[in-house]
């Protein structure tokens, strides 16, 4: 009889060896872009509740005021003796006070304004003031604004179907990837991969060593995607992908999609088809220099409900394709490119603005969690 604890350990084990012994790639960009990223969705963070968040590199404290819908974002770890306020943080208004000592600092700054017991508080307050982190809460999904020279923020858009709530929420799915961020938006610039990794039929799943398996022949997909930089906002690309589903040459469901990628983490994905319009926030945070957080939240008309069931399905499954090729590859600075596939350059070009001077090198983001 198999001891199911024993081999799922030797999995475990088998996938940390690969990981630890995968090639990475030399000269890797910094890790964390400069951007906006999702750190929850607006659910996770009720009102009065702190929450603590662990990403680029950062301890994040993120709460809900108690009297009102705003969001904040503080350095999670309490100046006094280091208790981490996202741990059981009590929200009082639009302050958190710490669990050790009920130490208070006030979300729109950081201040500490009250110690319990204690008459010094002008003594200690200006040496005890925590980061206080650029935050915004659109369509949903409360984001931080992660910038290595502090510049000014842009805008993200919002969705009106969305946040008018015409359109509904229909789910989600997450992905946790072994890779560089910028593999993830490199994706959207590569056309040759359209056809090698999502053109067999997504009956045969996600699984890129059996995709090819013949039975499954019958249906095709035939994609095309063309890349370029939003011209007004240089921030944003926008990709134009064409999908159509082909069984035994008819053609069977054909979907635009209007991709607006804003900044390094953040994507719009508008869906058309005949049967009316979706749309997907695709978020992107990470975890770790190599671990990226990769989701999709879906929204539609309430009666598109079938539909977009059938697209979680499919997006998932083409998600995962190219997850198993993100895991096991490895980032290559000067990738060998024949003229067809300029997209690719055009869009490292476009991306490296969102790496300056003081981005965080590779080394020192992984130096700093070694221990
Ligand atoms: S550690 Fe936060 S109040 Fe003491
Ligand atoms: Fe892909």
């Known amino acids: 009889m198999l001891n ?55 301890h994040f404290v993120v709460f809900r005021a108690s009297n009102s819908n705003e969001v904040f974002v503080l350095d999670a770890y309490c100046p006094h003796m280091g208790a981490n306020l996202g741990v059981g943080g009590i929200v009082k208004n639009n302050c958190v006070e710490c669990p050790f000592h009920q130490w208070r600092f006030n979300g729109d700054n950081g201040e500490l ?12 307050e200006k040496f005890a003031k925590i980061r ?14 992660y910038h290595a020279e502090n510049e000014q923020p842009w805008i993200l858009p919002t969705v009106d179907e969305v946040n008018d709530g015409s359109w509904v929420y229909h789910g989600a799915n997450e992905f946790t990837i072994n890779c560089h961020i910028q593999d993830i938006p490199e994706n959207g610039a590569d056309r040759a991969h359209l056809t090698t990794v999502h053109g067999t039929n997504i009956a045969a799943g996600m699984d890129v060593c059996k995709s090819r398996e013949s039975i499954f022949s019958f249906g095709t997909h035939i994609w095309d995607a063309k890349w370029a930089v939003n011209d007004d906002l240089k921030h944003q690309s926008i ?39 979706a749309v997907i926030f695709q978020t ?88």
């Open 4 to 58: 199911t604890e024993d081999d799922s350990s030797d999995k475990r084990s088998a996938v940390n060896r690969a990981r630890r012994l995968r090639k990475i790639g030399s000269k890797l960009p910094p890790p964390y872009p400069n951007g906006w990223f999702a750190i929850a969705t607006s659910k996770e963070i009720m009102r009065g509740k702190a929450k603590n968040i662990e990403c680029l590199g950062e």
């Open 113 to 124: 304004v009250n110690i319990p017991y204690s008459e010094n508080l002008s003594e200690v």
């Open 132 to 145: 206080k982190w650029i935050s915004t809460e659109v369509n949903g999904i409360i984001f931080v604004w």
């Open 239 to 277: 990709i134009k992908l064409t999908h159509v589903f082909n069984v035994l040459s008819f053609k069977l469901l054909k979907i635009d999609s209007d991709i607006r990628q804003i900044g390094p983490a953040f994507v719009i994905l508008t869906i058309k088809t005949i049967f009316g319009n």
């Open 284 to 371: 992107l945070t990470p975890l770790e220099p190599l671990v990226q957080k990769l989701s999709h939240y879906f929204y539609a008309p309430w009666y598109l409900a079938w539909f977009v069931k059938f697209l979680i399905w499919g997006e998932t499954v083409n998600v995962g394709r190219d997850v198993m090729i993100w895991n096991s590859k490895e980032f290559i600075k000067n990738p060998l490119l024949p003229k067809e596939e300029k997209q690719i350059k055009l869009f490292r070009n476009w991306f490296s603005q969102f790496y300056s001077e003081n981005s965080k090198s590779f080394q020192d983001a992984h130096q700093s969690l070694d221990w």
